[in-house]
């Protein structure tokens, strides 16, 4: 079973509001993504975790912050948002990274709008 | 210039035509490349990994030149459903770093 899933699927929030993406594997992969993708562009990536450890931060600005309560879960803490944030946020999760080949298995996304 | 880059699309081709795909990477570290398709509003999901000696599955193959740093996709006897965006992927061992190319859109028409 590759599933990933997240909630919310959609998200509309104020920019003064705080609010939290939700995602979930049970593959037992140890190393989770957070991606940003605006309309037809393809996927940016912004955290990853191994083994629960934040490993990559691609310089995300601090109103999205990432919490990996263990290796099931990743969430992405959303507080005072700008309209440009608005875009479908993926979450991913893969294999141990120290393996040669880790493909990732995406969830649906949510789709977020800032107002 | 870009680290990933792909063809630039859209490709229209009819059904049963035989469309390729380039992706060329520029650092030479890189390690593991993959193509994923993604359908509009969707998320993006594995077509197949590329691994050195080429790999194929059923109608598609993919192939790996780290000479030249690129890869490729091979779609034959194109369906109406391979309609989609095919994102080129490159990962770096122990680097954690994983970066799409921009994607090449495909359209089969009937």
């Known amino acids: 079973d590759t599933e990933v899933t997240q909630t919310p699927k959609h998200l509309v929030m104020g920019m003064t509001n705080k609010k939290s993406l939700k995602c979930e594997q049970h593959?037992?992969?140890?190393?989770m993504y957070w991606y940003k993708q605006k309309a037809k562009k393809p996927p940016e990536l912004m955290f990853v975790y191994s083994y629960e450890k934040l490993s990559i931060n691609e310089s995300v600005p601090s109103r999205f912050s990432p919490e990996c309560p263990n290796s099931s879960l990743l969430n992405l803490h959303l507080h005072a948002l700008q309209p440009e944030d608005s875009a479908l946020y993926l979450c991913?999760?893969?294999?141990?990274?120290?393996?040669?080949?880790?493909?990732?298995?995406f969830g649906p996304g949510t789709r977020l709008t800032v107002t | 210039r870009k680290e990933v880059e792909q063809d630039p699309g859209p490709f229209n081709v009819p059904e049963g035509a035989t469309v390729a795909f380039n992706c060329t990477y520029s650092n030479s570290a890189s390690q593991s490349f993959f193509w994923y398709r993604q359908d509009c509003r969707k998320e993006p999901k594995l077509l197949m990994s590329v691994y050195s000696s080429g790999n194929e599955d059923g109608r598609f193959t993919a192939q790996l030149n780290r000479a030249s740093q690129y890869i490729s996709l091979l779609i034959r006897d194109s369906k109406l459903s391979d309609s989609a965006t095919y994102l080129c992927v490159v990962s770096y061992t122990g680097g954690f770093k994983t970066i799409f190319g921009a994607g090449t859109r495909l359209f089969v028409k009937a």
């Open positions: 593959m037992g992969h140890r190393a």
């Open positions: 991913a999760s893969s294999q141990d990274l120290r393996s040669v080949f880790y493909e990732q298995y």
